[in-house]
């Protein structure tokens, strides 16, 4: 049974649909993040599931029980939110104790606990310092350590790290990770950066628009993604339009493509070929196009020119043009292929996805 249910929860404000029939399901012990563009729903989920909004629509469920209409405060989750919220006139020690004074803990129980979460975020001794006196980061994991001092049965983390600069950023992100893996707490984390996401969850749902596309781990969000939007949004592709051939069958389809007319063959998940007659859109990541010098009878080699090498340091990204067909392919050793020169493309069967719009 999943720890968290969120099912076909809806919500709007005003006119505006915020979210629209997401249904998600965390695992016990799982960093699950969401991510999406700004403005797509992501926040508002994360406030439903913490009950500081009430959802329209669709009910809540946490460890087997029905938590819709239950009080953030009756829940028992930890938040950590993106401008800390900190309380300035309060030390550090103050402020990591507040949710167990508002628990109204024994005094005794308080201090041994603000101790060990400073101890956890690395912050040990940091207890009568002002808040105004730490660096960004030190102000982060003071937030992260007042969330996990109620011991909280769930983490709610929305976009904890963007206010810090980028080596402090992939460092507390580390250390994030390893922290909650390591006192086994369920974390849900929003944020719109791609690497962040990739770097720190165990899964991962893609929300657009209020909807929730695409939910899986991020490799397979990243090397098979479902839908247009979901390629669109992460990262670099090559998007091809193309028509099913009749010669397709379940497992294995075969496309032509619209530009340059090359014959594609992809491996189909059962049940997902597309419609005949229909022009659909397949993906492949520049990193998995594989140049060679000379077309050969290898499956979908198709023959192309080298029309542009941007070099980019440690990879170089070597545009083509295969008859029409403008294809990206990202390469380590760019140097045997000057621009103007004749090659082939391959695009391995495997590498290739079947989007759906
Ligand atoms: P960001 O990354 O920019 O924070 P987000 O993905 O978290 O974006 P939300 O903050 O959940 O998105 O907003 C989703 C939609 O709902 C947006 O169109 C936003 O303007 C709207 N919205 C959010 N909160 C409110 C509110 N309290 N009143 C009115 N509209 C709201």
């Given at each position: 049974m999943p720890l968290l249910s969120l099912k076909n929860i809806s919500k709007r404000f005003d006119s505006t649909p915020?979210?629209?029939?997401i249904s998600l399901d965390v695992e016990r012990g799982e960093f699950f993040g969401l991510l999406?563009?700004?403005?797509?729903?992501k926040t508002t989920t994360l406030r439903m599931i913490a009950g500081l909004e009430k959802p329209d629509a669709g009910t809540i469920e946490f460890d087997g029980r029905?938590?819709?209409?239950?009080?953030a405060e009756r829940r028992g989750f930890g938040m950590v939110f993106q401008n800390y919220a900190?309380?300035?006139?309060?030390?550090v020690s103050e402020n990591v104790a507040f949710g167990l004074r508002a628990r109204h803990r024994p005094a005794a129980e308080i201090k041994e606990r603000v101790k060990g979460a400073l101890e956890l975020v690395q912050?040990?001794?940091?207890?009568?310092?002002?808040?105004?006196?730490?660096?960004g980061g030190q102000q982060q994991r003071v937030a992260i350590a007042r969330a996990i001092a109620i011991e909280p049965a769930l983490l709610l983390f929305d976009e904890?790290?963007?206010?810090?600069?980028v080596t402090l950023r992939e460092e507390t992100r580390g250390e994030l990770r390893e922290l909650v893996g390591r006192l086994g707490l369920t974390a849900v984390y929003v944020t719109h950066d791609q690497e962040e996401a990739f770097a720190l969850c165990d899964r991962i749902s893609v929300m657009v628009g209020g909807g929730l596309l695409q939910t899986g781990a991020p490799r397979e969000l990243y090397e098979h993604p479902a839908k247009l939007a979901v390629a669109r949004f992460l990262g670099r592709n090559n998007l091809i339009q193309v028509m099913r051939l009749s010669s397709s069958n379940e497992g294995t389809g075969e496309f032509k493509t619209l530009q340059g007319g090359h014959t594609l063959r992809v491996l189909i998940q059962k049940g997902e070929l597309a419609p005949l007659n229909k022009p659909c859109t397949l993906a492949i990541r520049p990193e998995h196009v594989v140049l060679r010098h000379a077309a050969d009878s290898l499956e979908n080699t198709i023959p192309a020119e080298v029309r542009e090498i941007n070099f980019a340091g440690a990879t170089s990204t070597v545009k083509l043009d295969a008859g029409g067909l403008l294809l990206e392919a990202l390469v380590l050793?760019?140097?045997?292929?000057?621009?103007g020169t004749r090659c082939a493309a391959v695009l391995p069967a495997e590498r290739i996805s079947l989007l759906k719009e």
């Open positions: 915020a979210v629209a029939d999406g563009p700004s403005g797509c729903g029905d938590i819709t209409d239950l009080p900190l309380f300035p006139h309060l030390n912050l040990p001794g940091y207890e009568k310092r002002r808040v105004d006196e730490l660096s904890p790290l963007s206010n810090l600069d050793q760019p140097n045997a292929f000057a621009v």
